[in-house]
């Protein structure tokens, strides 16, 4: 009950949708609909709005923030794919992934759609960006989704991302790979309300997971023109999060960890202080983890 009442208090946040409108045209309109503009946030206590204000997100610039509750799911922003309703930590992933535009890009686990189509808004819908999923009903509601928000460089596929073939000619030019696995969801602060399960059945959850999240990683990290990757789960159990990281570090010497936004707040549990992480407390978010992989250049496997 607690964590339904955090949740509810996290502020709303807008990612404004760059393939269909700017994040000036997106502010105008809502100062035009009533709502009151307070410029770009400094600092995390800027986020406390009260009702019909809004700022400019303080890490994010793609980022709108309102006060808790407020509604858009009927606002023509929202109906016409101006704006995507997505908490400010799962914008994390493909902001930090940053494809450039006509790169070829992997979602290994990508439905119902939210960070995909925010890389191809990163992308500019330019070059390829495929897109898996093993939920055919999660794929029919990504479709809506991407086509509500104009994406069109996608390919999106009904396939475990495990079966796909890394060497298959299809994915020769892919440099970058997002990769959101299922997970235990233990940070989304309005599910959460699984106080009586038995501490034996999480365990046994969690480590069944950690295993499946770790053969997506090195799965993924297969791709033989594979630079950067970026591993994200919505929770906040340390066994799905650094563990995963420090286990795959260990089984592929040549990926790193990149110190990923110096200024976030939160940051992932020693030694892995690279990665991020979020919560109510910290970010007023979801929890949260984001890892950046990155292979070693051959310059500096030279040098080493
Ligand atoms: N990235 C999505 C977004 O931002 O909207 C959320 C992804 S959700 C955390 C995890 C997804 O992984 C689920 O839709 C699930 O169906 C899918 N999934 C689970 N196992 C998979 C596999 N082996 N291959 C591909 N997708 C898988």
Redesign the pocket.
Same mark, same amino acid.
């Given at each position: 009950r607690v964590q339904r009442v955090a949740g509810e208090q996290l502020p709303r946040y807008v990612r404004v949708n760059t393939l269909k409108t700017t994040v000036e045209d997106a502010v105008d309109y809502l100062k035009r609909d009533g709502f009151s503009y307070l410029g770009q946030a400094s600092r995390l206590d800027d986020l406390t709005l009260k009702k019909k204000e809004f700022v400019k997100d303080l890490h994010l610039p793609q980022l709108l923030v309102f006060a808790p509750k407020t509604d858009f799911h009927n606002h023509f922003l929202y109906k016409a794919g101006h704006i995507i309703l997505q908490d400010k930590a #799962?914008c994390l992933p493909a902001f930090l992934l940053n494809p450039t535009p006509g790169s070829h890009v992997i979602?290994? =686990?990508?439905?119902?759609?939210?960070?995909?189509s925010h890389l191809a808004a990163i992308m500019e819908n330019k070059g390829k960006l495929f897109a898996?999923?093993?939920?055919a009903k999660?794929l029919a509601t990504?479709s809506t989704l991407l086509l509500r928000a104009g994406v069109t460089c996608h390919k999106l596929a009904h396939?475990? &991302?495990?079966t796909i073939d890394p060497d298959s000619p299809q994915y020769k030019d892919v440099e970058n790979i997002?990769l959101?696995? #299922?997970?235990s969801g233990s940070g989304m602060v309005c599910l959460k309300d699984h106080a009586s399960n038995e501490e034996e059945e999480d365990q046994t959850r969690l480590a069944s997971l950690a295993s &499946?999240q770790l053969r =997506?990683l090195n799965h993924g990290l297969r791709f033989p023109r594979l630079k950067r990757l970026v591993y994200s789960? =919505?929770s906040i159990h340390r066994q799905e999060n650094e563990e995963v990281i420090t286990a795959c570090l260990h089984q592929n010497p040549n990926f790193r960890v990149v110190h990923a936004l110096a200024h976030w707040p939160e940051r992932g549990l020693e030694p892995l202080s690279q990665c991020l992480r979020a919560s109510t407390s910290k970010t007023r978010t979801h929890g949260f983890f984001v890892a950046l992989l990155e292979k070693h250049s051959m310059s500096r496997d030279m040098k080493l």
């Open positions: #799962s979602d290994a =686990c990508a439905a119902p759609g939210n960070k995909t898996f999923d093993l939920d999660r990504m396939q475990d &991302f495990l997002l959101d696995p #299922s997970c &499946f =997506c789960t =919505c």
